[in-house]
């Protein structure tokens, strides 16, 4: 009889402690959503500098679904920065960086490039920007 009465306090701790479990698990979420820190994605940040003729770096890689902020400046004369297929535009006139941030949430190989007309060999200012 003692024997059954600890397998039934047993019992009931477990049942208290399932109970306890899943009660928090949806605080456990709401606390996820709403502070960045908790987020499994990373923050990925890139400074870029355009130059007659090219992008210093020329290949950018993220990760699908990571936050992407790309800093982008002129080191010489005024460029672009355009990424068609993410809706990227900044005009660089040299004088203060840009900002963007987005999410990576496309996959593929796309191009960025200068869509200022910055001299001779402007339509050779290309990048890659590759979300794996
Ligand atoms: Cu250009």
Redesign the pocket.
Same mark, same amino acid.
Do not use: A, D, N, Q
């Given at each position: 009889m003692k024997k059954n009465k600890f397998f039934i306090g047993i019992l009931c701790m477990l049942g208290l402690l399932i109970i306890i479990g899943c009660s928090n698990s949806p605080i456990g979420n709401v606390e996820k959503e709403t502070g960045s820190e908790a987020f499994s994605e990373e923050v990925k940040e890139f400074r870029v500098e355009a130059f007659q003729f090219g992008f210093e770096p020329s290949t950018i890689t993220v990760n699908k679904g990571d936050t992407v902020r790309i800093i982008a400046n002129s080191r010489d004369v005024p +460029?672009?920065f355009a990424i068609d297929e993410y809706g990227i535009n900044l005009y660089l006139d040299g004088l203060r960086s840009k900002t963007i941030e987005f999410t990576a949430d496309k996959t593929g190989t796309f191009i960025y490039y /200068?869509n200022?007309? /910055?001299g001779g060999e +402007?339509s050779s200012?290309r990048g890659r920007f590759i979300v794996k």
């Open positions: +460029h672009g /200068c200022v007309p /910055c +402007h200012m």
